[in-house]
């Protein structure tokens, strides 16, 4: 066993919050649109019929904008450092993307090289939500406010757009969610975004070893 | 215990990566937005195209006035107002011309009467 | 023989994804549905223009077709099978067929037809200078009891309405009776062509009428509900028995395996098929207005003009107006002649309003339904382009 004690602060609390807002909107706009897009009339009736159930989509795509265009105007710094992690790409992390960070029970992995505060996965995981949820707003938005003005060939360009973003966010969130939540291997980061945003020393220098070298340079 | 918290403060390159993402971002939205207005704004080119099309044959007509076509003279002289052209006739009232609204039923009564006067 | 389908013509079906764009196109409002819900169509409302159908995004509203009806027809060796095409169907049918808007396939048109199997290839162009006749020499006669010439008592009232559009027609007697008497009582291209055919081109081609079926092809879904209008049997019989839309007959060309673009160039059959530029402009906004100044300008001066082309009439914006000074030769003076075009249903409103409240200047004024006239009609070839 390692000699390290004590825990590492990952997520503050309004980055927790935000991931809260996004999460539970990104669970209501997902079963919404599943629902209005497959007619699936027991969804939409759970949200008091499919003309309510849209007003909820577009309401719960306002606040799943602002969100993080809130959290980003007022955590600029802590934005910036995310942007600049998730998009610095080393051989390390190729490295990690070769042996899939050893998560894939068929590839093997011997050495996993050391990773950022994200690992090369999360990295481009991150990548994904942030162009994804760009994509959604830019085609939501118009289909919402100005499908009236759009000539038809846009609203169907926009609509879409819109669903295979969605069917490439929902793939890659259930992913996430598995990998976070349920893997024996990573799971106990669940605690880390959910609860107190706090993650085990010990575990950090094994999965994002040069980040927890900067952390422990910083001391 | 130990607690490991990151430090304030972010390097330049860390801030222009931050502004960087949100001005490309934003550059994103205006170049789909522009996109969106040129495809509005070509949108219904079919619609003049195909008047073009239709005052381009109207152009290359011999004829271009409607009381100077021959099989229309000849319908009024051989048929509508026999030996004349006069438009308005009893005849060309009872073919050619309705009635609207509540005086339809009316005009269906006289319309079938006529027909069993001729049968 | 009556071919009453349904006078409802135009529906929404399943794959309606409630993205509530149609609503916006509707001039009737009789789209019912909000954003998220699938929608229906109100048909007491409904107008059948088609402009739904054509802008929808995703293909989700169908017309009610009769190409069966007419494949039966066409089949039936007692039947003489009689089309009549109309002007706007010449320069998008070939859109169908991988050529550009407004390309002009009216020889290949005719020459397809033929081989389609009519017995008679006619033009509705024909019924249009016919209906410039009967509604251009109405609208004299009202002018003349307007200024007070003797002996034309008896006409209607000015401003007088274009009766062209079976959407427009239906949409006054919805929604304005009071301004019926004010539309022209001259039937529309269409129904003067079926009424004509069945009685003068019986007689002349020594058919019985109750032998012959008509078939109009039309840029129009609202024709379809015209036809079977039940007045509409001047001639003893129904005096058009179906319409196709220019898609269903390019349907039918490529279903008969017709090499539409190397059919050679044919003309329409003589007797009822010939036709004159004013007729032809019949499919575009203004043109109606434009064909009856040509002849009625042409009558009222007794000079001939010298440019038929009355440009100001012309245009795309909803609602345009010109004056055309006409000297009228009976009274020996000079009559500035209000015109106006509406062209979208949705801008008539406020010109019916300033009539019926006497505010309205105008002698004449066209309606057409679908914006920028016949050529864009709800029975044309669909464009991914739509707006």
Same mark, same amino acid.
């Given at each position: 066993?390692?000699?390290?004690?004590?825990?590492?602060?990952?997520?503050?609390?309004?980055?927790?919050?935000?991931? %809260?807002?996004?999460?539970?909107?990104?669970?209501?706009?997902?079963?919404?649109?599943?629902?209005?897009? /497959?007619?699936?009339?027991?969804?939409?009736?759970?949200?008091?019929?499919?003309?309510?159930?849209?007003?909820?989509?577009?309401?719960?795509?306002?606040?799943?904008?602002?969100?993080?265009?809130?959290?980003?105007?007022?955590?600029?710094?802590? /934005?910036?450092?995310?942007?600049?992690?998730?998009?610095?790409?080393?051989?390390?992390?190729?490295?990690?993307?070769?042996?899939?960070?050893?998560?894939?029970?068929?590839?093997?992995?011997?050495?996993?090289?050391?990773?950022?505060?994200?690992?090369?996965?999360?990295?481009?995981?991150?990548?994904?939500?942030?162009?994804?949820?760009?994509?959604?707003?830019?085609?939501?938005?118009?289909?919402?406010?100005?499908?009236?003005?759009?000539?038809?060939?846009?609203?169907?360009?926009?609509?879409?757009?819109?669903? %295979?973003?969605?069917?490439?966010?929902?793939?890659?969130?259930?992913?996430? /969610?598995?990998?976070?939540?349920?893997?024996?291997?990573?799971?106990?980061? /669940?605690?880390?975004?959910?609860?107190?945003?706090?993650?085990?020393?010990?575990?950090?220098?094994?999965?994002?070893?040069?980040?927890?070298?900067?952390?422990?340079?910083?001391? | 215990?130990?607690?490991?918290?990151?430090?304030?403060?972010?390097?330049?390159?860390?801030?222009?990566?931050?502004?960087?993402?949100?001005?490309?971002?934003?550059?994103?939205?205006?170049?789909?937005?522009?996109?969106?207005?040129?495809?509005?704004?070509?949108?219904?080119?079919?619609?003049?195209?195909?008047?073009?099309?239709?005052?381009?044959?109207?152009?290359?007509?011999?004829?271009?006035?409607?009381?100077?076509?021959?099989?229309?003279?000849?319908?009024?002289?051989?048929?509508?107002?026999?030996?004349?052209?006069?438009?308005?006739?009893?005849?060309?009232?009872?073919?050619?011309?309705?009635?609207?609204?509540?005086?339809?039923?009316?005009?269906?009564?006289?319309?079938?009467?006529?027909?069993?006067?001729?049968? | 023989?009556?071919?009453? $389908?349904?006078?409802?013509?135009?529906?929404?079906?399943?794959?309606?994804?409630?993205?509530?764009?149609?609503?916006?196109?509707?001039?009737?409002?009789?789209?019912?549905?909000?954003?998220?819900?699938?929608?229906?169509?109100?048909?007491?409302?409904?107008?059948?223009?088609?402009?739904?159908?054509?802008?929808? @995004?995703?293909?989700?509203?169908?017309?009610?077709?009769?190409?069966?009806?007419? =494949?039966?027809?066409?089949?039936?060796?007692? =039947?003489?099978?009689?089309?009549?095409?109309?002007?706007?169907?010449?320069?998008?049918?070939?859109?169908?067929?991988?050529?550009?808007?407004?390309?002009? $396939?009216?020889?290949?048109?005719?020459?397809?037809?033929?081989?389609?199997?009519?017995?008679?290839?006619?033009?509705?162009?024909?019924?249009?200078?016919?209906?410039?006749?009967?509604?251009?020499?109405?609208?004299?006669?009202?002018?003349?009891?307007?200024?007070?010439? @003797?002996?034309?008592?008896?006409?209607?009232?000015? @401003?007088?309405?274009?009766?062209?559009?079976?959407?427009?027609?239906?949409?006054?007697?919805?929604?304005?009776?009071?301004?019926?008497?004010?539309?022209?009582?001259?039937?529309?291209?269409?129904?003067?062509?079926?009424?004509?055919?069945?009685?003068?081109?019986?007689?002349?081609?020594?058919?019985?009428?109750?032998?012959?079926?008509?078939?109009?092809?039309?840029?129009?879904?609202?024709?379809?509900?015209?036809?079977?209008?039940?007045?509409?049997?001047?001639?003893?019989?129904?005096?058009?028995?179906?319409?196709?839309?220019?898609?269903?007959?390019?349907? +039918?060309?490529?279903?008969?395996?017709?090499?539409?673009?190397?059919?050679?160039?044919?003309?329409?059959?003589?007797?009822?098929?010939?036709?004159?530029?004013?007729?032809?402009?019949?499919?575009?906004?203004?043109?109606? +207005?434009?064909?009856?100044?040509?002849?009625?300008?042409?009558?009222?001066?007794?000079?001939?003009?010298?440019?038929?082309?009355?440009?100001?009439?012309?245009?795309?914006?909803?609602?345009?107006?010109?004056?055309?000074?006409?000297?009228?030769?009976?009274?020996?003076?000079? $009559?500035?002649?209000?015109?106006?075009?509406?062209?979208?249903?949705?801008?008539?409103?406020?010109?019916?309003?300033?009539?019926?409240?006497?505010?309205?200047?105008?002698?004449?004024?066209?309606?057409?339904?679908?914006?920028?006239?016949?050529?864009?009609?709800?029975?044309?070839?669909?464009?991914?382009?739509?707006?």
């Amino acid at each position: 066993m390692s000699e390290i004690k004590g825990k590492v602060l990952k997520h503050s609390e309004q980055t927790r919050t935000m991931h %809260w807002i996004h999460l539970i909107c990104f669970i209501i706009l997902g079963l919404t649109g599943i629902g209005f897009y /497959f007619d699936i009339t027991s969804i939409d009736n759970l949200f008091g019929g499919s003309a309510n159930a849209s007003n909820v989509h577009v309401w719960t795509g306002v606040v799943f904008t602002l969100g993080p265009l809130i959290y980003v105007l007022f955590n600029f710094e802590k /934005f910036a450092k995310f942007i600049d992690t998730i998009t610095t790409f080393t051989k390390d992390d190729f490295g990690w993307l070769k042996t899939m960070g050893g998560y894939v029970p068929f590839i093997k992995a011997e050495h996993i090289p050391p990773q950022d505060k994200y690992n090369a996965g999360q990295k481009i995981l991150g990548l994904l939500v942030i162009i994804g949820c760009i994509l959604m707003i830019v085609t939501g938005f118009p289909m919402w406010l100005l499908r009236d003005t759009m000539p038809a060939i846009l609203v169907w360009l926009c609509w879409k757009v819109h669903f %295979w973003t969605a069917v490439i966010l929902i793939l890659a969130i259930l992913g996430h /969610f598995f990998l976070a939540a349920i893997h024996p291997k990573s799971r106990v980061e /669940f605690a880390s975004m959910m609860i107190d945003g706090y993650v085990d020393a010990e575990y950090t220098s094994h999965h994002n070893a040069k980040w927890f070298a900067q952390l422990k340079k910083a001391e | 215990m130990n607690i490991f918290v990151e430090r304030g403060g972010i390097t330049r390159r860390q801030f222009f990566k931050g502004t960087g993402i949100i001005a490309a971002t934003a550059v994103f939205a205006g170049i789909l937005g522009k996109i969106g207005i040129d495809i509005f704004k070509a949108s219904d080119k079919y619609i003049e195209k195909r008047i073009a099309g239709l005052y381009t044959l109207d152009e290359r007509m011999t004829i271009r006035k409607s009381h100077e076509n021959p099989e229309i003279i000849q319908i009024y002289k051989e048929f509508l107002s026999p030996g004349e052209v006069k438009p308005l006739t009893e005849k060309s009232h009872h073919l050619l011309h309705t009635k609207y609204g509540s005086e339809i039923p009316e005009l269906i009564k006289e319309l079938e009467a006529h027909r069993h006067h001729a049968a | 023989m009556s071919t009453v $389908v349904t006078k409802e013509i135009i529906h929404v079906t399943d794959r309606c994804k409630s993205c509530d764009h149609c609503t916006s196109v509707c001039p009737t409002g009789a789209i019912k549905g909000r954003l998220g819900e699938k929608h229906y169509i109100d048909h007491k409302k409904c107008v059948n223009c088609g402009q739904c159908l054509i802008n929808c @995004p995703f293909g989700a509203i169908v017309d009610m077709s009769m190409a069966e009806q007419v =494949k039966k027809a066409l089949a039936d060796p007692s =039947k003489v099978v009689v089309v009549q095409t109309a002007p706007a169907v010449r320069v998008a049918l070939g859109e169908e067929f991988g050529l550009e808007p407004g390309a002009n $396939v009216k020889g290949k048109m005719f020459a397809a037809l033929r081989r389609l199997g009519f017995d008679k290839v006619y033009d509705t162009e024909f019924a249009a200078d016919l209906t410039i006749m009967e509604e251009g020499t109405e609208l004299i006669h009202r002018i003349f009891a307007h200024v007070g010439v @003797p002996g034309y008592e008896k006409s209607g009232p000015l @401003p007088q309405f274009t009766s062209c559009c079976p959407a427009w027609i239906k949409y006054a007697e919805d929604r304005y009776p009071k301004i019926l008497p004010h539309i022209s009582s001259a039937k529309s291209p269409q129904q003067m062509f079926g009424a004509v055919a069945k009685t003068y081109a019986a007689q002349k081609l020594n058919v019985n009428p109750a032998d012959m079926y008509v078939v109009s092809i039309m840029p129009c879904t609202a024709k379809k509900y015209e036809c079977q209008r039940e007045e509409m049997i001047a001639s003893g019989f129904q005096d058009v028995d179906a319409v196709l839309t220019t898609r269903e007959l390019a349907q +039918m060309i490529k279903d008969a395996g017709i090499n539409f673009l190397s059919l050679p160039d044919e003309k329409a059959d003589r007797l009822i098929g010939s036709s004159t530029g004013a007729a032809t402009i019949f499919g575009v906004t203004g043109g109606v +207005m434009e064909a009856a100044l040509r002849t009625a300008y042409e009558i009222l001066s007794g000079q001939s003009l010298g440019n038929v082309e009355f440009k100001t009439v012309r245009g795309r914006k909803p609602i345009r107006e010109a004056t055309v000074n006409i000297p009228i030769k009976e009274l020996g003076k000079t $009559v500035p002649v209000n015109v106006c075009i509406v062209s979208g249903l949705k801008y008539v409103n406020e010109v019916i309003e300033d009539v019926l409240a006497g505010r309205s200047k105008y002698h004449f004024i066209e309606v057409m339904n679908c914006p920028g006239g016949c050529i864009n009609g709800g029975g044309q070839p669909i464009r991914r382009d739509t707006y």
